[in-house]
């Protein structure tokens, strides 16, 4: 029996280090999650007030302040180059006394985003080794809404609903089979965006 059992273990051993070499960093089953630290740029329906001296002077609809932001993602394939998935997180910011009265917030959006991953398909379509199994190379869509706590220097804080939606594009390299690092690009959920990738 031993002498059946160390070949076996020996080929599985061969199988399991040969078989991440060949895997697209992108494919039809991928399973993707992603904790990322950048910028943010959310539409705030709040009517706020542009305060001069104590009386309002002027009436808003929205307003865009630019967050720093945690994001976490997941993506999950639904086609050999397709993937969709969510995306939240919590971000915040603080204003100087020159803006508006508007002393900073405390934000958490939470939204849909669907990827094209190009770059598999020009290595399904190209002779050259082009690194596929270690990058992901993609372009994709967000939309989303969420909630935003924001203070203002005279009291009148307030919850407030966001919306976002836009394009994006980035970039995964796995140094290993299932973890990575990434970046973003893009408009909506994120301006900027960095961070690391895991395949589960």
Known sequence: MKKYIYPIIAVLFLFNSINPAKAQAWERNSKVLSLGFGASQFFHLDNYYYLGGNKPRDFRAWHLPITGQINFQGEFGVHKYVGLGFTTGIGGAGRGPSYYGYAGEINAPIGFIVNFHFYQLIADNTQKNIHANKLDIYAGLNL??????????????????????GPHVGIRYYFSPRVGINGELGWGKS???AGFVFKI
Do not use: E, K, T
């Open 191 to 193: 301006l900027i965006n």
């Open 144 to 165: 989303g809404s969420g909630i935003a706590f924001s203070f203002y220097r005279d009291g009148r804080n307030r919850v407030v609903p966001l919306a976002f939606g």
